[in-house]
């Protein structure tokens, strides 16, 4: 069965010239651009752990990578809003529905939102490498000890076989997904 991610799943769709549908001299026009690249990496995540057929490691990651694209997104979405008056205009011209839609997605993006640091922590720790520092560690707030202590206890385990592609440190992962935990004991 070939994957629904698969380039050739794909038979419908719409040609055009991409100035003329989504001109750069257009806020909108560049607002739903950047909509189309949200979309096009949170489609692909989505339907490669929906399928269901990767290891165990690599739909942990793509599950962390889905997360920061979603975030990302929800804090992008409520910026634009905020920054550009025909976003804004646009989002009120909107259905009911819809603005429903679009305040829920924003939400996850807010600091008031329940899941805020855990999301930011995590997106921070996927698209940058935790920070270090002496000073955060003594005072208790370095996130990456944080992490490491809450999963001191867990089995960790390195793979490895013949070629560099083999090498898979699941320590690292069980790490990983501290970032996403809701505990705040070390906070």
Request: aromatic content about 4%; overall charge negative.
């Given at each position: 069965m070939t994957s629904k991610?698969?380039?050739?799943?794909?038979n419908r769709g719409i040609g055009f010239k991409i100035g003329k549908a989504f001109s750069a001299d257009d806020p909108i026009g560049r607002w739903s651009t950047v909509l189309?690249?949200?979309?096009?990496?949170?489609?692909?995540?989505?339907?490669r752990l929906i399928e269901g057929d990767l290891p165990p490691e690599l739909s942990m990651y793509y599950f962390r990578l889905l997360v920061a694209h979603f975030f990302e997104a929800a804090q992008w979405l409520s910026n634009t809003r905020s920054t550009w008056p025909q976003v804004d205009q646009f989002i009120d011209s909107l259905d009911a529905a819809n603005q429903q839609r679009f305040d829920r997605i924003t939400e996850f993006g807010s600091q008031r939102h329940r899941f805020y640091a855990n999301l930011s922590r995590s997106r921070a720790t996927l698209f940058h490498y935790p920070t270090m520092h002496p000073d955060r560690?003594?005072?208790?707030?370095?996130?990456?000890a944080n992490a490491m202590r809450e999963v001191a206890d867990a089995d960790g385990w390195i793979e490895g076989g013949s070629d560099y592609a083999s090498f898979r440190a699941t320590f690292a992962d069980e790490v990983a997904l501290q970032f996403l935990s809701t505990s705040d004991r070390h906070r």
């Open positions: 991610a698969d380039p050739k799943t794909r189309a690249m949200a979309a096009n990496n949170t489609i692909y995540l989505n339907v560690d003594a005072a208790g707030a370095e996130e990456l």
